[in-house]
Structure formats: structure tokens, C-alpha cells
């Protein structure tokens, strides 16, 4: 049994756009109104049909779509240029699994990476931060030893890998939102399902039984809604939960994520302003 990771995170996003000219196209309704005066409403055929199911985006990029309303609106919301932040491999925010939403914000993890993450967003700015994988280091550690600092010996393991990792992510999520980042999007890395130490079959230290805790545990606390990020995190089913991020994308016509598949709380689009961004869980257990 083997995992391959094929990427971690793939993003349309640029930091700048560049503005073009749609010529300006007029219609008429009826054969004896004035050329001269544009008409608003959008023709039956754009959303009828075969058309009815493509993403506005892509309409208004028609010629004879231009100068309806819809299209005009979107013109005039273009955005000139914006940036975000890249925090890669950080591998620095495992110890807070083990600690309450109030106890981390005394934690040796948040006075050590707090200020770091301010004056980064104080000098670089960013509307959107973006971790590709790795914010944590699960990979070196034993099943056994995370039981033992989560110290909860009435759960199952697979429950406490889900609320200790649970717990690390919405703590890291509070970290970001305190220091001027209040949109995050992660990406599953290796480290995030217990990797890259700890995947051998059939022998004692094997967590491969455990992906699947791993990866509820990560989709429940980086993904998912709960109270507001200046509150106690209240526990709750990924069942139970709502995703913090829109359902739908491009004008509610694609689903955001990849629903009916093991991804689905993993793996999801974001759109920011002019820009996509989609995260991608590209691990997979196969046989040999």
C-alpha cells in the first residue's frame, strides 16, 4: 500500500490583472426604438437552453453579450490589483492540538509566530493567506505519543487523531484571523495525514488505519464554520457543519468542492475578486 501525492495546491490566482476595452454593443427590442439607446435587459438565450448553465464569466466575454446589464455590472466591479500570502511548509502549529481555543492564545506557538505573522501582514499585506501543505508535523509522531498529550483515554484512536488534529486547525485558523488574516486556505500535505514517517504496512507504528480521522479531522477544523474565531470552538459533526466558504462558484452555477467523493470536506474552489483558487487533497491509498 502506498500514497502518492500528485500536487498540493493549484492555484489561477495572479496578482494583478490587466483591464481590456469590450466594445460597446447596442441592441434594439423592437425595429422602431433608436439605435442609439442600449438596451439593458440580457437576450432569453443567455440564460435558456444550452446556455443556461454557463458561468457568467464566460457569457460576458461574448461580443453580443457585452452590453447587458449583467455584463456592465461586472465591468464596472473589475479590480485593479491585490496580493496574498504564501506560508509553505511551516510544520510549526502540531502543539497546538493539544491545547483549548483559550489556552492557545497563551501558548509558546502564539508568542513565537503571532508578531512574525503581523509584521509580515503589516509589511506585505495580503487579502488571502494560502498554506500548501505541511502546517504541521504529525508525520513525526507516534500514534501513541499524540494519545498520550491529548490524554484522553476514553477515546478510540481514531477519535482522538480527529480532535486533537480538529483542535490544531481551528487554533492555527484563530492565529491567522488574530494577525490580520482572516481568510485561510490550506491544502492537505503529507504531514496533515500523519505522514511522511509512520505509512509502513503491517508494522507497530503503522498509521495507515488512521487516514481517514486525519483527514475528518483536518476538513472539520480548517474547513468548517463554527461559532465566531474569537469564541470557544463548540464540537460538532462534519455532518452537523456548515463550510465557511460559498457552496457554488461563478454566480452559483459549478459546486465549490467535490461532492460524493472522499475529498469533499478536503478539497474545495475559492474565488477572491478576480482570482480562483483551488485546493486540491491529492492523496490516495492504493494497493502495493
Known amino acids: 500500500m502506498k500514497l502518492f501525492s500528485i500536487a498540493a495546491l493549484l492555484s489561477a490566482a495572479t496578482t494583478t490583472t490587466t483591464t481590456t ?23 432569453r438565450w443567455c440564460s435558456h437552453g444550452k446556455h443556461q448553465d454557463t458561468p457568467w464569466p464566460k457569457q460576458c466575454q461574448w461580443k453580443i453579450c457585452a452590453g447587458c446589464d449583467p455584463c456592465q455590472q461586472r465591468k464596472s466591479e473589475q479590480v485593479k490589483e491585490w496580493t496574498f500570502a504564501v ?21 509558546v506557538v502564539f508568542a513565537n509566530n503571532g508578531p512574525i505573522l503581523r509584521h509580515i501582514y503589516n509589511t506585505y499585506g495580503g487579502e488571502v493567506a494560502i498554506m500548501p501543505g505541511d502546517a504541521v508535523s504529525f508525520g513525526g509522531q507516534m500514534t501513541s505519543n499524540i494519545l498520550r498529550k491529548f490524554n484522553r483515554p476514553d477515546l ?15 487554533n492555527t ?4 484571523h ?3 488574516y482572516g481568510t485561510l486556505l490550506s491544502t492537505v500535505g503529507d504531514h496533515e495525514l500523519g505522514g511522511n514517517e509512520g505509512f509502513f504496512v503491517a508494522k507497530q507504528k503503522s498509521k495507515v488505519e488512521t487516514i481517514p480521522a486525519y483527514r475528518s479531522g483536518f476538513s472539520e477544523g480548517f474547513n468548517h464554520e463554527y461559532q465566531n474565531l474569537n469564541a470557544e470552538a463548540t464540537d460538532s459533526s462534519v455532518e452537523g457543519s456548515s463550510y465557511w466558504y460559498p457552496e ?15 475529498y469533499e470536506g478536503t478539497s474545495f474552489a475559492y474565488v477572491h475578486k478576480n482570482s480562483v483558487f483551488v485546493t486540491v487533497d491529492a492523496f490516495e491509498k492504493v494497493d502495493n
Open 156 to 170: 478510540s484512536d481514531q477519535d482522538v487523531i480527529f480532535e486533537a488534529t480538529k483542535q490544531c486547525y481551528r
Open 173 to 176: 485558523r484563530q492565529l491567522f
Open 178 to 180: 488574530d494577525n490580520g
Open 248 to 262: 457554488t462558484v461563478f454566480d452559483a452555477a459549478i459546486p465549490s468542492r467535490p461532492t460524493g467523493t472522499p
Open 87 to 107: 506560508f509553505a511548509d511551516v510544520h510549526d502549529m502540531t502543539e497546538l492540538s493539544y491545547v483549548s481555543a483559550q489556552e492557545a492564545a497563551d501558548s
Open 21 to 43: 476595452t469590450t466594445p460597446s454593443i447596442r441592441r434594439q427590442v423592437a425595429a422602431n426604438e433608436d439605435t442609439d439607446n442600449p438596451v439593458s435587459d440580457c437576450q
